[in-house]
């Protein structure tokens, strides 16, 4: 009875370090990306982002499931996870804009700003509310990547967009994380994410600009609805003071 006890503990262990294993696969995502992007490949970039954005949704259940943090108690999953996440949401896409020259020249110096207030914010203690909402801008400059390359704005639109979001991810203001969408927008999320699978993969000829709308909408409004709801909050708490 006891060895049998002892085996099951041994395969819980290699459970959660096979959860860590699947987590760690982020990296050769990112230097895939990051190589594609060196060489022009600019739907291949965001093909492989994809990949690395379904590896993240669903270690982190698998993880829970696994009780990893029991079975593999002196590894920082969480640490590794926020590696991952700062190389393929962040640098990669950084290195992605300012590749294709989206934002270059003198208004370069707004994608270290970007970095810089990235770093900060992942390794913000208050990154994520109680309710599950990110602080700030929660970093997604993969969807920025690709919705500055696709408008084809000039440079210093470009920079501006850049400036605004980075200065964004210091902010207090809530954006809805997956877990805090309600039930009723996982529909939507889904079209959202569909419409965006079909955007990447006619990236290699210009794709129809309703295509380009349609996907843009919804980003876009929940970055409207977020800064309104946190100057409408603002202004209550003025009020009531």
């Not at 593999?72 to 962040?90: A, C, E, N, S, V």
């Not at 208050?126 to 408008?151: C, E, H, I, Q, R």
Request: charged residues 15%; contains cysteine.
């Amino acid at each position: 009875m006891q060895r049998k006890l002892v085996l099951s503990d041994r395969q819980s262990k290699l459970r959660a370090w096979l959860v860590h294993g699947y987590t760690a696969l982020g990296l050769p995502c990112a230097f895939l990306a990051l190589l594609a992007a060196s060489e022009g490949r600019a739907r291949d970039v965001f093909l492989i982002l994809i990949l690395a954005i379904a590896i993240d949704g669903t270690d982190g259940p698998m993880a829970r499931r696994f009780d990893v943090k029991r079975w593999t108690p002196h590894f920082d999953g969480r640490k590794l996870d926020d590696i991952i996440d700062y190389m393929t949401y962040t640098m990669v896409p950084v290195y992605f804009i300012w590749h294709f020259n989206l934002v270059s020249g003198q208004f370069a110096i707004v994608l270290l700003v970007a970095l810089i207030c990235s770093a900060y914010g992942f390794c913000s203690e208050g990154a994520k509310t109680a309710d599950k909402y990110f602080t700030g801008f929660p970093s997604y400059w993969n969807a920025v990547a690709l919705f500055l390359y696709v408008l084809q704005m000039p440079a210093i639109a470009n920079a501006a967009v850049v400036l605004f979001l980075a200065l964004l991810t210091l902010t207090p203001i809530k954006f809805p994380s997956s877990q805090a969408v309600k039930k009723t927008e996982r529909v939507v999320i889904l079209i959202a994410a569909m419409l965006t699978f079909v955007l990447i993969i006619n990236l290699d000829e210009p794709p129809p600009p309703l295509l380009i709308y349609a996907t843009l909408a919804y980003p876009l409004y929940h970055l409207i609805s977020s800064i309104a709801m946190f100057v409408h909050e603002e202004l209550r708490e003025e009020k009531f003071s």
